[in-house]
């Protein structure tokens, strides 16, 4: 076991899953409609389905392609929440709480670089998914019990944090900035996340799966485990 996974299994999660819940609904009756926290949220479960994903991935190519849509959810959360949200918590007296956060997320971002060097037929990439899931459960429970409802309630500035924190997550998932803070659906209705939770699941689904040159397989890249001997 590396250093890093020994500091991994330090924080692995000693709530209970009711606590994460509890903590999750929570965050949701604090959030506005299309508030950053809703989005944040939002993300949150869609990393918690990518993970069951990738744990519940058997091929190669599923594996491949699970690898793929876990790591762009949780990097564009993690680089919206590191360029916008942890700095407005630090500023508004939670230097110590945005100073973990940026620390767990650097952990979990180390992982995933050995995860993807990790060949997907070995048992050890499983082992090294349930490994990070755990981490990232931990730093989410934590985000949305404390650290968020802080933010929410501390920080005058919200409009500028929805819109900065869209921006970003848009900047590296899809590409693009958001044009503007995601606000009520023109019917009335709730919009909850920069994408409705379907088109996302969908969306992210076709970014695991589409091709963005040979991914690292250990010793091997994609296309050379996937070549006929």
């Known amino acids: 076991m590396s250093i890093i996974d020994k500091v991994l299994g330090a924080i692995t999660p000693p709530e209970t899953a009711e606590a994460r819940a509890q903590a999750t609904a929570k965050a949701r009756a604090a959030a506005a409609p299309g508030d950053w926290l809703a989005m944040a949220v939002d993300h949150h479960g869609q990393i918690r389905a990518a993970f069951e994903r990738a744990l519940g991935a058997i091929s190669l190519e599923d594996r491949v392609a699970a690898f793929r849509a876990l790591a762009t959810v949780l990097n564009g959360h993690a680089l919206a929440e590191e360029v916008v949200l942890y700095p407005a918590l630090a500023k508004h007296g939670e230097k110590a709480h945005a100073g973990l956060a ?3 997320q650097t952990t979990a971002k180390m992982q995933m670089a050995e995860l993807e060097r990790i ?25 949305e019990g404390t650290w968020f409802l802080e933010l929410k309630e501390k920080a005058p500035e919200q409009d500028f944090l929805t819109r900065r924190y869209a921006e970003e997550y848009g900047r590296y998932v899809f590409g693009v900035s958001a044009p503007q803070a995601p606000s009520a659906h023109a019917d009335g209705g709730e919009r909850r996340s920069f994408l409705g939770e379907a088109d996302a ?12 040159g040979p991914l690292q397989l ?12």
């Open 218 to 229: 250990g010793d091997r890249t994609q296309d050379e485990a996937e070549r006929p001997v």
């Open 119 to 143: 060949d997907p037929a070995d048992e050890a990439w499983r082992d090294k998914v349930e490994h990070i899931q755990g981490a990232v459960l931990h730093h989410m429970f934590e985000e």
């Open 102 to 104: 940026y620390t767990e």
């Open 201 to 212: 699941e969908s969306d992210l689904n076709e970014i695991g799966r589409n091709d963005a």
